[in-house]
């Protein structure tokens, strides 16, 4: 079978060293305004974006950040609206599975997945993309509830922000049916044989507004620089992690400072709002320019 | 041999779920016929000398079956699109099809376009599922009209006008079913199998070729309701849903849930074209206009010159008054209710919700012309049903004297507001009418009943014969050897599907044991087998006068599960112990190994009761089963169980001829009824112990309580004679029964019973789970609970009733179908269709026997009257088990109604000559001549006529 | 629902012993020591393999083997209706019991003695056969890793409709099918069975020759999986330059 080729000598002293003194390792590349991957600090990695990778999903992406891969898929389902009647529902789930680190099995349950969740609601909810109007099928009686399942495969940092953009990538490509609510209350596919009066409607599905897509970028802080777009190296060895979130209008819709006892200063402020802005446009245009397969 | 697949995602979304599957196309599809030689041989079924092939489109595979089956129409393309939907639409039709395209000997062949790389198609932006499956076959017709040589045309068969000019502009020789019949002088019975079309355009045709001929005809009905109106009309209360039951063809009764009384629907206006068992929604008419009491139903019709009233009229085809063979549980309740006073509410049918239209035809024949009417070479016929409660059904055909004095099929394609009948057409002729063999087909066919062999599926679940106990069934620990007990069978001479068998002993502590052993069907038929599916699906054996239509193959029927004299066979046994006093002691269920020591005829054992010179152990245990039966018999009778009575007759049958050359009273003896007991009892233990294991999924046997005024009939023709019925409880009435006697009259009683068991519902097979617990008694035997455990080998409410019991006692677990409620369900609907339709078709099969009795023979016989009318009374015959009406004033030559000469009291159930000379009461006994009156085209009748009594031979009184 | 129509088309087009479209690769990962995705139709399974790696706690240490650790997942949107499954489904437990017996009978756990591995396996699409697509997307993970192993190890289902043995069942024939199924693993190469699951009521003589279909079709994906396996070797030989030994 495959064999991996052993590293050659030289390289196993330096991978040695890595190992027992992990900040000297770094901060020597440091010293040098580079990181082990031979990026400079405000560097970010390449993104990707692929839609509707599963079939089984009314829409999906598989989106990477250099190494980190998170897969998104959205369920819908017709739903009673309650308060409001004219309004649909968005319920967002992060899991890290067990395959996104070596870690995760050993490890206990953590508030990562539930902060993550909480972002991620937070990030479609606040953005002007979220209309959650557009999800009502009749005032009252139907309405779509939006299922956001995310699982991220592979955790080399930012998982944040990889959360945002696959969430944005899955939502953008969703196409809501054309149904129709019968007189009994059942919501069948517009056109569909059940209706009696044998006329079809058929109707270009339409998509939710793409407008004011908040999309985000995590920077570490060690030694007191920043850090752009970290890996999961370089998080553990930061000070404290801050997460921008922007929506490409000028606005910035969510910063989260973790990293407890840090104090952050107005000039690393100001960057990191910069460098997300920067981030929003590179990140914004592998989001429109990925295509789902069949379309 | 795996091509290269390219494939498309096809996603349905059906309700809100998103579906998706994946769809491959390929490129080793073959066309089916040797003129591609990229073709696989060894499919091809398209002949290489045809002078044309066929592709039809759906609504031609749907609708025009008849013509497609016809054995002159070969050659034909039937695409896997076409097959799809016509699944959809149509279980019975895709059956039809797909028996079609598996017959070796004809050359339809399937071709599977959807999956085919060149033909498969994706819908346009805007096209809808139909237009695009149209397409789809119009692309499958084109490619093979590219891939044929010029010589084999391809010609596309349609009869939708936007189908048929689209595949004209594709190229396509198209053209309709109709046309291309025309254009097959060779087989000119093809036209007459072309359905009628009832769209639109078909209207626009018919009038464009009449011409000036009147642009519109006159509307006759009122329009349907459009199923909008029709929902919004229920739910708001003013419409009524019901499932229509015809007795004729312009009388309806429909039960609504939503009303409390049942509603009668009078006149064809009124039926606005539902057939019996259509799905309706009905309008009540205001109460004024609800016609009541006794009077003829109104010829509501309008237009009453039109030439096919008249017709109807002539044929006398809504008369009543014709003679019928009347049985047990039958009753003609339009006479109850033409007879009893009071106004029920009447409706209108606005709608019709589904129609249960035959996909396998109604029997019937030509309507003969009116004497002096000269129809020769007229297309247009009109179809007279053997079944009254069908309406006529017009046809159009070519060979009307071919097939007049001929029992043919026709199947019912629409029916127009503007159109008196519903059209239909012409689909085989099964025989001359009257024949023996032609008039069981139509009995068959009237009731559904299936005679086709059993599958190659089915027979293999049958062990191979010869079959004999083994010793794994004498080792296994669930099983008794009760091979030492005296056990006989005591059925009718012939019989060779023993379901049953009894015996009875002493026990060492001075009791009694009492055996019923009934055939281990279950152990053969597994659920969810071919067989299992095809005996739930037949549902019983049919036993016709000469003729047995098995539920179960032959070996089993007849052999292996057959519990016959002198070998070991596997049993489920049900043993009581019994005091000497008859006292039941204990209970208990085992399944068994027996061996009969004898098959008795109810003859043979009655004779061995009865010669007190016979000591044996077996006639020694028939005695004591015998006065044991008579006990239980009485407390029963104590208990309020009804004694009915039911006039069965039995045939001599000439064994050369296979005609009947005697028909007499069925002679019930003493060891009849102790079988009868000891089944019953058995079936009442059964219910009893299935139910407390399984309260939801027990099946039980119910008889409901008939309602007080189903029991009016009856009460009438009683006071005329002095004598009331109580019908408060089934005690009551089993007690006025009893009361009902007139001294040196024997017979009166009978006859009472035989009216009174005429006023009784049905009994029903139900699911526990499905009825209150008050719902389950079983009136007429008075049981609270009941069930059918005995004829597992003709019955398949038995086999359901094993597994539960088998479940009961921990020997299998029970099958999961049974805890399926809606599953369930299907399966006993289904049970009670089939157990009345065989019921039907017994009776069917007498009528038939009686007639070809009665055929060129005169017969005197004697007769009471068991109701009196204005111009006739209705008379019993019990020798023949016939029932009918003499006319008193017989019509007129020209029709015409002749003077009243007689007048009836209806108080008294009396009618009197005005002369006074004659007067006829109920009850009162007759004497009846029996012919057959034979009309045009072999059209037989039996026509009663009244005779003095002094004519009657002495051998011929009856006492 | 006729699942094998008489012309021997399935719903989906395939004759009865076609398998449908299959994809897989290796090293779609960055972090595993070895990671894979499997696809067979729009069935979608990724695996990823960490370790051999020194055993920590007290249980694993002195093995003179490799422990072999599974878990096994399905994404809530893999189906046609949402649905979140606990990691103590029953479904969840028995595809990972099996996985893990089928890899401890397939990688040479004694030659790393005192060492975790551990193999993941989520499963982002569900449409039938997701037990012998696991198990195929673990294997590739496995090799992918550079864990030796006995042989090559391929997985598939087939099944009875109408009477007629079909392979590798969708999730509508799955469901529909009331014939018995057959999941079956096997060392293609030393042909002996390392899986034999078998559901349903099965005539003695059918299970031959469902098992015969089953290995043809063990055999077909296992040619698709090596070749998967020698391009990815050539691809880290070339990154690589030559090896000397």
Known sequence: MTARVDSAPADSQAEAFKRLYPDQYYRRFLSQNTRPDGRSLTQTRPASVVLGVITSADSSALIKIGNTTVIAGVKLEVLMPKDPPDQGCLQVNVELTTLCSPEMRDNRPTEVPSFLTQQVDAAVRGSSAWQPQALCIQAGRAAWAVYLDLYVLCADGVLLDACVLAAMAALNALRLAPVDVTDAGNVVAAGNDAMTDGTSHPQQPYALSKQGTPLTLTCAVIDDRLIADPSSEE????????????????????????????????????????????????????????????? | MLQRKQFVKKTKKGGVVKVVREHYLRDDISSGTPLDPESDPAVNKLSRDASHYLVADTNVALHQLDFLEHSAIEDVIITSVVLEEVRHQNQSAYQRLRTLTAASDRRFFVFSNEHHRDTYITALPGESPNDRNDRAIRVAAKWYDTRMPPSMPVIFLTNDADNLRKAQEDGLRAMTVQGYAQMRKDTPELVDLVAAGVTAEKENLASDSQGGKGAKRKRIYEDHRPTAAITAGIKRGIYHQGTLRAGRAQEGRLVCDSLADEVLIRGRVALNRALDGDVVAVELLPEEEWTGDGQKTPRQAPSPGTEENGDEAAAGGDGDDNQVQVAPGEHLEDDAWASTGGKRPQAKVVGIIKRNWRSRGYAGSLQPPREGQNRA????????????????????????????????????????????????????????????????????????????????????????????????????????????????????????????????????????????????????????????????????????????????????????????????????????????????????????????????????????????????????????????????????????????????????????????????????????????????????????????????????????????????????????????????????????????????????????????????????????????????VHYGLAAPLYTHFTSPIRRYADVLVHRVLAATLDLAPLPPSMRDAAGLKAVVDNLNVRHRNAQMAGRASVELHTLIFFHERIVLADARITKVRSKGVIVFIPKYGIEGTIHLTPKAEDGSEPPAEYTMDEQKQTIRHCDGQLALTVFDKVAVKIQIVTGVAHRRSLSLEWMSRDELPESEHME | MELLSPEGLRQDGRRPRELRNLQSAVDTLGNADGSATFELGNTKVMAAVFGPRAAQGKSSGGRRDADIRCEFAIAAFSQSERKQLSKRDRRILEVRSMLKEALKANVLAELMPGTTIDVYVQVLAADGSIGAASLNAAFLAVADAGIPVKDLMAACVVGLVQDTPILDLNQMEEQMSRGPSLMMAMHVGLKKIVVFQADGRMPVEGVETLAELAEGGCQAVGKAMRSVLLDNTRKLALARGPVRL
Request: aromatic share 6%.
């Open chain 1, 235 to 295: 998080e553990s060895l930061a000070a404290t992690v801050v997460s921008t979130t922007v929506d490409g209008q000028g606005h910035v819709m969510g910063l989260q400072h973790a990293g407890g006892g840090v104090e952050l200063s107005t000039a690393h402020l100001q960057q990191c709002i910069t460098a997300a802005q920067d981030r929003h446009t590179d990140l914004f245009r592998v989001l429109s320019s990925a295509q789902p397969p069949d379309h």
């Open chain 2, 377 to 776: 070479g007229a297309t247009s016929w009109l179809v007279v049903p053997v079944e009254k409660r069908f309406p006529f059904i017009r046809i159009q055909t070519r060979q009307a004297d071919a097939l007049m004095d001929k029992r043919i099929v026709v199947v019912i394609d629409g029916w127009e507001a503007d159109s008196m009948f519903p059209q239909g057409h012409y689909v085989r002729t099964l025989g001359v009418i009257g024949d023996k063999d032609t008039e069981t087909e139509v009995l068959l066919l009237e009731n559904d009943i299936n005679t086709a062999p059993f599958s190659p599926a089915v027979h293999a679940c049958v062990p191979p014969l010869p079959w004999a106990v083994s010793e794994a069934h004498l080792q296994d620990p669930r099983r008794e050897d009760l091979r030492g007990l005296p056990i006989c069978s005591v059925d009718p001479p012939g019989c060779k599907d023993i379901d049953d068998a009894l015996h009875i002993r002493d026990l060492p502590n001075g009791n009694m044991e009492l055996g019923v052993h009934i055939a281990d069907v279950t152990n053969f038929l597994l659920p969810g087998t071919a067989m299992d599916d095809e005996a739930a699906r037949r549902g019983t054996t049919v036993y016709l006068v000469q003729r047995r239509i098995d539920m179960l193959p032959k070996p089993l029927t007849e052999d292996i599960c057959s519990l016959r004299a002198n070998v070991d066979r596997l049993a489920f046994s049900v043993l009581w112990e019994l005091t000497l006093d008859g006292e039941l002691v204990g209970c208990r269920f085992t399944k068994s190994v027996i061996r009969s020591r004898a098959a008795f005829t109810y003859a043979e054992a009655q004779a061995r009761i009865d010669d007190a010179r016979m000591t044996d152990e077996l006639s020694e245990g028939l005695r004591k089963m015998n006065a044991y039966a008579k006990k239980r018999r009485a407390a029963r009778a104590a208990a309020g169980a009804l004694q009915l009575a039911s006039p069965e007759v039995k045939f001599e049958i000439d064994t050369e001829t296979q005609n009947p050359m005697d028909v007499a009273m069925y002679q019930i003896r003493d060891t009849n009824q102790m079988v009868e007991e000891m089944m019953l009892m058995a079936n009442v233990t059964v219910a009893e112990v299935t139910l407390r294991a399984f309260p939801a999924c027990a099946l039980l046997r119910r008889h409901p309580v008939p309602a007080p005024r189903q029991f009016e009939p009856l009460q009438q023709v009683a006071a005329a004679t002095g004598v009331s019925i109580d019908v408060s409880s089934s005690k009551a009435l089993s007690d006025s029964l009893d009361g009902a006697v007139r001294m040196g009259d024997a017979y009166f009683n009978t006859l009472i019973r035989i009216l009174a068991t005429r006023c009784m519902t049905q009994a029903l097979y139900f699911n526990s789970g499905q009825h209150a617990e008050s719902e389950y």
